[in-house]
Every structure is written in C-alpha cells, then in structure tokens.
C-alpha cells in the first residue's frame, strides 16, 4: 500500500482509508487531500509520486497545475473587491473596462463574466504559440470581439477566457494584475502557496501531470463549428503545456494556478466560513454568501450537461448534486482536481492530483473523497 503522510483527525479516518484506496484501487500516482470544519484543518493528506517515472515523492509542499480550480481564485478577487464596494456585478463591464463596449457587448454586465454567460466562451482571433500567454494580446481580442451568443441568456463554459475577463476587470480597478492582487490581498494574508503566475523559485517543487489520452479540444464535439468545438479549439490547451516556462510563468487566471489541496483549501476557507479564516477576516458573511447569488440554470452551451452557475461558482443542484445541504459551491480543474465550499456545514475541501482524468467533469477519485468526508460528517 502506498504510504500516506499528513494529519487526519480521527473523526475523519475513513477520509484517509479511501485517498489510501484510491492508490491501490483507481491508479493514483501522487495526489493531496485537505479539508477545514469550522475553519479548522481536518484533514491535510498526501502520498504517492510526483513524477510520471514514479521517482520522487510527493511532499509536503509539492505544487502543480490545477487548471481551472484556479477560476475560483478568480472569482473570490471580484468578489472581494464587490464587498470593499468597488465593484458592482450589475454594471456594466464597460464602466471598468471602457474598450469591451464593442460589437455588442455594450450592455454586458460584470455578473455575466462571473457566470460564463458574456458569450465569449472561446476566442475569434487565433492564439498560436506563446500568444495567450500575453495579457495584452488576450484581452485587446476579447474587447473586440463580438459575443457568440446573447449575454446574460445562458450559460457556456469560458474555459480559458473567464480569467482573463474577470482579471482584466480587476486590473482597471487595482492597477494591479490579477495574480499580484490575489497574492497581495488573499493568498498573502492566509498564508496560502497557490499562485497565479508561478517565479522560477518554486518550479524544483511542481508535480509532473500526467496528460490523459487526447487534449481538449478533442472534446468538442463532432460538429466542428459548433460553440464547444469552437471553445476548446482556441485558445487550444495541451497538457504537455504545463510543464513549460511560458505557461507557468503567464497569468492565466482560468487555469494555470499552481497549489496543492492544502492551499486551495486555505485559500477557499474563508467563502465557507462566514468570510473569515485562520484570524484573517478576508471579507463580510453577506459578500461570501454572494457566491449563491443563482446567474444562469440549464444546459450548458460548451459542456452540453446542466449546470447552475451562482457568482463565480457551479452550485449544487438535483441534476448534479455535491452534497446533501443547500448551500454548497463548487468547481474542478481538467484531470480532476477539486474544491468544495459547504456554507451549511462550514466545510471546505479540496483535492489535488497528477494522473489526470480525461473528462471535464471530475472523476470518482475526488468525489469518493467528499461523499467520504460527508459520510464522516
């Protein structure tokens, strides 16, 4: 059996019976587990390998690309700065960002970027190379662009545009990039090791991925032009891409974020807790409680599945329930990765592999994991 590090209370000893099965019985290579109740660390587990030849071991503060867990570390910036009463998600995303009042998105609001609903799931102008690894070249396109469909009236996954959209936003309101705020304003202040855009001083401890068989843009679909096809046809996305300088070293708020479960959790603790954690009081109980703020409900554009979608969120529903309470948000990265955030229960957990799954939509893996912990409970 694969040996496993970390804390468990005892409470939640069959949390770590299951993350020990899952190396035996589901193929985990290396992987993370942690989890908060109350604001108080439960869980913080991890075990197996870190690199794909099985040579090096997963430790304590190995890190790795969790793509799009990341567009929740987005989504607490906005929803910090709408609590301080910078920011209005009913405005329009032009009182912020004047250039996006373009080819029909005069009347986009801010909550529409939050909801994957302004209708630019994908990009027109192609990103070849190292070009969406330049804030400027993504954002100037996506101010021009016009919307593939009617914003606010339905969702559609912004795969890799929802960063830059919510990122771009907070930049015209801070001065400073996204990733510079989140470190300044969340990640720094509770003491979390997630980054969004990651120096070279912690490249010697990023876990290796594991690509599944295909790239996303192999998940579009069979029609060619339709708007999932045409999501994750561009900007494409490779797996193999995480491993290089361009794209650990860009800010991609959408999906290039490098942590462990350890600081998702962190970081993520305070949404579940009433806004405060770890003697920090990050932002009020109402602005946390502005993540169920229910945006869009129904199939989903890109996915092709029913999703509801609050402010920066996916949130439990009886189409694709998280949990047994009300009020739980959620997202996940490609290949698996997870955070829950339980405002019902004030439990938040997260989990973090290399072996990555080739769907979009999570794996048993993480999920046997939370039912677990709820089954603990």
């Known amino acids: 059996m694969t040996q496993i590090h970390g804390f468990c209370d005892e409470k939640f000893a069959a949390v770590r019976e299951r993350f020990e099965k899952n190396f035996a019985e589901k193929g985990e290579v290396g992987a993370c587990v942690a989890a908060t109740v109350e604001g108080e660390i439960v869980i913080d587990l991890w075990g197996g390998h870190r690199d794909v030849a099985q040579n090096l071991a997963w430790e304590e503060n190995t890190i ?3 793509y799009s867990t990341t567009k929740t570390m987005a989504a607490m910036c906005a929803l910090l700065l709408a609590d301080r009463g910078l920011l209005d998600f009913n405005a329009p995303v032009s009182q912020y960002w004047p250039e996006y009042a373009q080819n029909g998105k005069e009347r986009t609001q801010v909550r529409h970027l939050m909801s994957h609903s302004a209708g630019l799931s994908g990009m027109d102008e192609p990103m070849q190379g190292d070009a969406f690894y330049h804030w400027d070249n993504v954002v100037c396109a996506l101010a021009a662009q ?3 469909w009617e ?11 929802q960063g830059h959209l919510i990122g771009e936003v907070v930049r015209r309101i801070t001065g400073q990039s996204i990733g510079e705020f989140f470190q300044s304003d969340i990640a720094g202040p509770l003491e979390a090791d997630f980054h969004i855009g990651t120096a070279e001083t912690h490249w010697d401890r990023i876990g290796e991925l594991i690509p599944p068989q295909g790239d996303l843009a192999d998940n579009g679909g069979v029609d060619t032009e339709s708007i999932a096809a045409r999501t994750f046809r561009n900007p494409a996305v490779s797996a193999r891409a995480a491993g290089t300088p361009g794209w650990r070293k860009a800010e991609i708020p959408a999906a290039n974020g490098h942590g462990n479960a350890r600081s998702v959790v962190r970081v993520q603790t305070p949404m579940a807790n009433g806004g405060s954690a ?7 109980s109402e602005g946390a409680a502005r993540i169920f703020d229910e945006q869009s409900n129904g199939d989903d554009l890109v996915l092709g599945v029913p999703i509801r979608f609050g402010m920066g969120y996916g949130l439990t529903s009886k189409l694709m329930p998280m949990g047994p309470n009300e009020h739980i948000a959620y997202w996940g990265g490609w290949g698996g990765s997870t955070i829950v955030v339980d405002q019902d229960a004030h439990l938040c957990m997260s989990y973090v592999m290399n072996k990555m799954f080739a769907g979009l ?3 048993t893996r993480g999920f046997s994991l939370l039912q677990t912990t709820y089954g603990c409970l």
């Open 64 to 66: 790795i690309n969790v």
């Open 151 to 161: 914003p606010g009236t339905a969702s559609g996954y912004h795969a890799m545009t």
């Open 361 to 363: 939509l999570g794996d």
């Open 146 to 148: 016009a919307p593939w």
């Open 278 to 284: 770890f003697g920090v009081e990050l932002m009020s």
